[in-house]
């Protein structure tokens, strides 16, 4: 748990998948991205599912939701889906249950972020949390359920379709603020209306850059994942979130990485050093 002055912002975890190394670091050489992300004998680099638990105001919002449990046997293999910890089970540890949670922030509607979203109940699909609103771009809303042959993968209908259906959908466009101190902020790049989650408190500030900068590996500005629709637009918007992480000393939490989930960044010449933030 980090606390920025009475808010809250808990680590929570639903597993871990792995995907293809040379997807993930985009035009970057294996010879430099295996040194600190080894792949497996399929070419695939772990990934975490680190999903931030904010209490503010009364208030506690998700972020994200992993992948959740809709996977059929030969999904769990090619995308090697460790469900040895879930948001559920995460949430219990906390004495929640999905009925505490008041909002859900999709910063976007793949299947790693929103897979979670929902759960089968009689053979069917239902928002996994009842009681929550679930706030998206209106823009990622409408790429999500008009997809292309480009994207089409990474978008299941079934977790975002009956959170409409279910009246529990709050569409957002531009930066808008869901809770006192916690804002969405779309920067793109990732996807068109891809955002990100800002979090301030006590005088401190995190940041939540899910696949702008999934992991620590990918700090540095070329490291683009070759999943991104407009790599171009990644670059620049890390290039302005890291000129805020670094003069302003924000935090940041990498919602992909398995070893170091918060850190600090300082610039040493033209490179970014991380801090480990101890939860």
Known sequence: MIALGE????LLSDGAFAL???AMFGVVPRAIWQKTDPPDEKNRVPLALNVALIETAGKRILVDTGMGDK???KERSIYGIDRTRTLAGSLAALGLTPDDIDIVVNTHLHFDHAGGNTRIVDGKPVPAFPKARYVVQMGEWEDATHPHERNRASYLEENFVPIAEAHQLEPVQGESQVAPGVRVVPVGGHTAYHQIVVV???GETLVIPTDLIPTSSHLPLPFV??????PVGTLEAK????????ERGWTLLFYHDTKIPF?????VKDKFVLSEVKA
């Open 71 to 73: 996977w059929a046997e």
């Open 20 to 22: 293809d190394g040379g």
């Open 263 to 267: 850190g600090k960044v300082q610039q």
């Open 7 to 10: 808010t809250r912002v808990h």
């Open 200 to 202: 301030e408190g006590g």
């Open 225 to 230: 994942m070759g999943y991104d629709l407009f």
């Open 239 to 246: 290039r302005r979130l890291m000129k805020d992480v670094v």
